[in-house]
C-alpha cells in the first residue's frame, strides 16, 4: 500500500523559509505520476501549491510560484517543498499527495503537518 | 483560472436522508477533470470521485457524480454517521489544479 510521510519544522519565522519532506514508501516515486504538495489553513479549504515529475517537469500555483520550489530526490524515494519568504499567512497544515494516472486528481495523501509561522 | 463555487456551504441533514452538494464553475471544465473528496477532521482528503461520475477504489455506491459544463453534483443517497463531513470538488485546467471551498454536511 503506497503510503506518503511529511516532514519538516512545526515552527518557522517570519521572512524565513518553510522547508518540507515527502517520503514515499510502499512504491517508486519514478513512476507515471505526478507528486504534489496542497496547504491548507486553519479552518479554511484546501489549496494547491505545486506539483512535480519524476524527470524534473514542475507545476506551480502561479500566485505562489515566486516564493515557491518543488524538487525530486529519485535516490530517497521523496520530494520537497521549500516556500520563501514566509507570512502568518503561511500557517496552515501541508499535505503531499500523489496525481492519478492520468494527472487530473489526487489518489493517494499523505496525513499532513502543521506549519506555523511565528516568531 | 477556474474557480469553483460550492453551495450550500452547510448541509444540516439527518442520517438515512438525501444529501446533494453543488459545485459550480468559472467556466466549463471537461467531464474527465472533475473531482470530489471527503474530509473528516484532522485527516487528509479522501478522493470519492474522479470523471464527474466514477467512483474512487472502495467508496460505497451510496456516493454518486452527475454534471457537465459548469454545473457539478455529489449526491449521496441515504446519510450514514460516517458520511458526516467536509466535501470538495476540484477540477483540473492549464496545470492547474483548483478546489471549491467546501460544503459541511453536519448531522441536524
Known amino acids: 500500500q503506497l503510503q506518503l510521510q511529511e516532514s519538516g519544522p512545526g515552527l518557522v519565522k517570519p521572512s524565513e523559509a518553510l522547508s518540507l519532506s515527502c517520503a514515499v514508501s510502499g512504491g517508486s516515486i519514478e513512476t507515471s505520476h505526478f507528486w504534489g504538495w496542497i496547504r491548507q489553513p486553519p479552518g479554511k479549504g484546501l489549496e494547491w501549491i505545486a506539483s512535480i515529475y519524476y524527470r524534473g517537469t514542475t507545476h506551480y500555483n502561479p500566485s505562489l510560484m515566486h516564493r515557491v520550489t518543488i524538487s525530486v530526490d529519485t535516490s530517497k524515494n521523496q520530494f520537497s517543498l521549500k516556500l520563501s519568504s514566509v507570512t502568518a499567512t503561511d500557517t496552515a497544515v501541508y499535505y503531499c499527495?500523489?496525481?492519478?494516472?492520468?494527472?487530473?486528481?489526487?489518489?493517494?495523501w499523505g496525513q499532513g503537518t502543521l506549519v506555523t509561522v511565528s516568531s | 483560472e477556474t474557480v469553483l463555487t460550492q453551495s450550500p456551504g452547510t448541509l444540516s441533514l439527518s442520517p438515512g436522508e438525501r444529501a446533494t452538494l453543488s459545485c459550480r464553475a468559472s467556466?466549463?471544465?471537461?467531464?474527465?477533470?472533475l473531482a470530489w473528496y471527503q474530509q473528516k477532521p484532522g485527516q487528509a482528503p479522501r478522493l470519492l470521485i474522479y470523471g464527474v461520475s466514477s467512483r474512487a477504489t472502495g467508496i460505497p455506491d451510496r456516493f454518486s457524480g452527475s454534471g457537465s459544463g459548469t454545473d457539478f453534483t455529489l449526491t449521496i443517497s441515504r446519510l450514514e454517521p460516517e458520511d458526516f463531513a467536509l466535501y470538495y470538488c476540484?477540477?483540473?485546467?492549464?496545470?492547474?489544479?483548483?478546489f471549491g471551498q467546501g460544503t459541511k454536511v453536519e448531522i441536524k
Open positions: 467556466q466549463s471544465v471537461s467531464s474527465s477533470y
Open positions: 476540484q477540477q483540473y485546467g492549464s496545470s492547474l489544479w483548483t
Open positions: 499527495a500523489r496525481h492519478d494516472h492520468w494527472g487530473y486528481h489526487l489518489d493517494y
